[in-house]
């Protein structure tokens, strides 16, 4: 029987126009991150830099938090604490309710993807409206993101244009993309001067300032946190950094890896609500902290990498698995090399573990990604730990390996087995194209050779050294 993830993937696999999208993108963003590291000794050193600086958050997390809390208070910044995504969800309910309104702007926010913000939400009457013109898009649609950074990348002008239409037939919808934005900006305005509340993503928060930096293209970030008397920012714990010294190599790190820009059209630092002398700002902001497995995480020396992520997405740029399946053909929140490796440490390794075998270990998110993360060796451990657990499939391939462990392991015993393997080649080898397996269903399988590597080796003048 398929797995859900193989059936996943094919089915992304049928899909040729959004693989033709998504192949598209990827190759133009590859394109653009390249040209925007022209030196690869800067890139190594700036690198180095953040990778540095992500470490040290790290292995200081309890104090800064404790830190960022108490500075975030005196800013007049409410902190809360969400250990699950149940107890974050709840609390920007209480939140919301408490302004009396049932409708919220959003800007994009990884994390509320990940805590499935938006539909409880709306188990609780509350309208979440997308502003990010990608998530926009896609809530429109009725589908999850592709890609943590362009969410619509699977979708091309065309079939954005058809999607618009389908929810307002009244309107005129052009095909261009100067008409579709235009169209989005004039029917997301109309909210943003309404809606009371706002809800943001953070990208950093900064401990030593009680600051929470913002990036972003749209503007719809800041009007978020800005038009709104109530501003709700949230982010995952691992986010925070100690000084504020340190955010420019980060964000340099992280807009040229994510779109090749130098910078983002709007960096937002928010610290706080609005002052008494201030005519604009949020009247109350609330910063809503989410632990749901991070704390386990840090607390694992292997581990603890993970959260080292800035969310740039040049990993899954560079994927050969994903770059030609996208993001829905993994079917979690975190796809590429990043999901294979955070999503079984949040949800577990049953079902998400699945992910870290939709890879090549090619090495190729590694090289790229701005933070150093092991991701290959991360995604090894996640097969390791699931052999360890999983009865299925895996555990199969655990056992056939220490099979071949306990026969590798004595050479008396590994040179009798291949010998009888060699003499069978002529009788194996036929038979193994009728394997079962969905590797051999694509592919030639491997032979048997007729002579062993011993015989060949001896015949060389090669002693059983
Ligand atoms: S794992 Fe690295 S490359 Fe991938 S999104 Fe995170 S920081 Fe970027």
Redesign the pocket.
Same mark, same amino acid.
């Given at each position: 029987m398929s797995s859900p993830l193989r059936t996943r993937l094919r089915e992304a696999l049928a899909r040729a126009p959004a693989r033709r999208n998504i192949g598209r993108a990827m190759a133009g963003l590859v394109d653009k991150r390249r040209a925007a590291f022209p030196d690869a000794q800067a890139l190594e050193q700036l690198r180095d830099q953040g990778q540095a600086i992500r470490d040290q958050a790290l292995a200081n997390l309890p104090a800064l938090l404790r830190e960022l809390e108490a500075n975030c208070r005196a800013n007049g910044i409410e902190v809360h604490w969400a250990r699950t995504a149940a107890e974050a969800n709840e609390k920007v309910r209480e939140l919301v309710q408490a302004a009396g309104t049932t409708s919220v702007l959003k800007g994009k926010s990884m994390v509320s993807e990940e805590i499935g913000l938006n539909a409880a939400l709306a188990e609780a009457g509350i309208e979440a409206l997308e502003t990010d013109l990608g998530e926009w898009i896609i809530q429109l649609a009725g589908e999850a993101p592709s890609h943590?950074v362009a969410p619509a990348v699977h979708l091309d002008r065309r079939e954005v244009a058809a999607r618009f239409r389908e929810h307002f037939p009244e309107l005129e919808v052009g095909e261009e993309i100067a008409d579709l934005t235009a169209l989005a900006r004039r029917l997301l305005r109309e909210r943003f001067a309404q809606l009371r509340v706002g809800i943001s993503g953070v990208n950093f928060l900064i401990a030593e300032t009680g600051t929470l930096c913002l990036i972003e293209n749209e503007g719809n970030g800041r009007l978020c946190t800005t038009l709104p008397e109530v501003h709700i920012a949230i982010t995952g714990i691992e986010k925070v950094i100690a000084r504020l010294d340190q955010l420019p190599p980060l964000l340099r790190l992280l807009t040229r890896? !994510?779109t090749g820009q130098p910078i983002t059209t709007y960096v937002n630092l928010i610290s706080g609500p609005r002052g008494t002398d201030e005519r604009d700002g949020p009247r109350a902001v609330h910063l809503i902290l989410l632990d749901n497995g991070r704390a386990r995480l840090q607390a694992d020396p292997e581990l603890r990498a993970t959260l080292? +992520?800035?969310? +740039? *997405? !040049? &990993?899954?740029n560079h994927c050969p698995v994903y770059t030609r399946v996208g993001g829905h053909g993994y079917g979690t929140v975190y796809p *590429? /090399?990043?999901g294979a490796v955070l999503e079984p440490r949040l949800h577990g390794l049953a079902a998400p573990g699945e992910l870290a075998e939709a890879s090549s270990l090619c090495g190729a +998110?590694a090289e %790229? &990604? /701005? %933070?150093r993360?092991p991701?290959p060796q991360l995604i090894r451990r996640v097969r390791r730990d699931r052999a360890r657990v999983s009865p299925g499939t895996t555990g199969r391939q655990a056992r056939l390996w220490s099979l071949w462990a306990a026969i590798m392991a004595h050479p008396a015993r590994a040179r009798a087995v291949t010998r009888t393997l060699a003499l069978l080649a002529p009788v194996i080898n036929p038979a193994l194209h009728w394997l079962p397996s969905p590797w051999t269903r694509h592919r030639q399988p491997p032979q048997l050779a007729r002579e062993t590597l011993a015989k060949l080796a001896s015949e060389e003048g090669f002693g059983d050294e």
């Amino acid at each position: 029987m398929s797995s859900p993830l193989r059936t996943r993937l094919r089915e992304a696999l049928a899909r040729a126009p959004a693989r033709r999208n998504i192949g598209r993108a990827m190759a133009g963003l590859v394109d653009k991150r390249r040209a925007a590291f022209p030196d690869a000794q800067a890139l190594e050193q700036l690198r180095d830099q953040g990778q540095a600086i992500r470490d040290q958050a790290l292995a200081n997390l309890p104090a800064l938090l404790r830190e960022l809390e108490a500075n975030c208070r005196a800013n007049g910044i409410e902190v809360h604490w969400a250990r699950t995504a149940a107890e974050a969800n709840e609390k920007v309910r209480e939140l919301v309710q408490a302004a009396g309104t049932t409708s919220v702007l959003k800007g994009k926010s990884m994390v509320s993807e990940e805590i499935g913000l938006n539909a409880a939400l709306a188990e609780a009457g509350i309208e979440a409206l997308e502003t990010d013109l990608g998530e926009w898009i896609i809530q429109l649609a009725g589908e999850a993101p592709s890609h943590i950074v362009a969410p619509a990348v699977h979708l091309d002008r065309r079939e954005v244009a058809a999607r618009f239409r389908e929810h307002f037939p009244e309107l005129e919808v052009g095909e261009e993309i100067a008409d579709l934005t235009a169209l989005a900006r004039r029917l997301l305005r109309e909210r943003f001067a309404q809606l009371r509340v706002g809800i943001s993503g953070v990208n950093f928060l900064i401990a030593e300032t009680g600051t929470l930096c913002l990036i972003e293209n749209e503007g719809n970030g800041r009007l978020c946190t800005t038009l709104p008397e109530v501003h709700i920012a949230i982010t995952g714990i691992e986010k925070v950094i100690a000084r504020l010294d340190q955010l420019p190599p980060l964000l340099r790190l992280l807009t040229r890896s !994510a779109t090749g820009q130098p910078i983002t059209t709007y960096v937002n630092l928010i610290s706080g609500p609005r002052g008494t002398d201030e005519r604009d700002g949020p009247r109350a902001v609330h910063l809503i902290l989410l632990d749901n497995g991070r704390a386990r995480l840090q607390a694992d020396p292997e581990l603890r990498a993970t959260l080292r +992520c800035i969310r +740039c *997405g !040049a &990993c899954m740029n560079h994927c050969p698995v994903y770059t030609r399946v996208g993001g829905h053909g993994y079917g979690t929140v975190y796809p *590429g /090399p990043l999901g294979a490796v955070l999503e079984p440490r949040l949800h577990g390794l049953a079902a998400p573990g699945e992910l870290a075998e939709a890879s090549s270990l090619c090495g190729a +998110c590694a090289e %790229v &990604c /701005p %933070v150093r993360i092991p991701l290959p060796q991360l995604i090894r451990r996640v097969r390791r730990d699931r052999a360890r657990v999983s009865p299925g499939t895996t555990g199969r391939q655990a056992r056939l390996w220490s099979l071949w462990a306990a026969i590798m392991a004595h050479p008396a015993r590994a040179r009798a087995v291949t010998r009888t393997l060699a003499l069978l080649a002529p009788v194996i080898n036929p038979a193994l194209h009728w394997l079962p397996s969905p590797w051999t269903r694509h592919r030639q399988p491997p032979q048997l050779a007729r002579e062993t590597l011993a015989k060949l080796a001896s015949e060389e003048g090669f002693g059983d050294e």
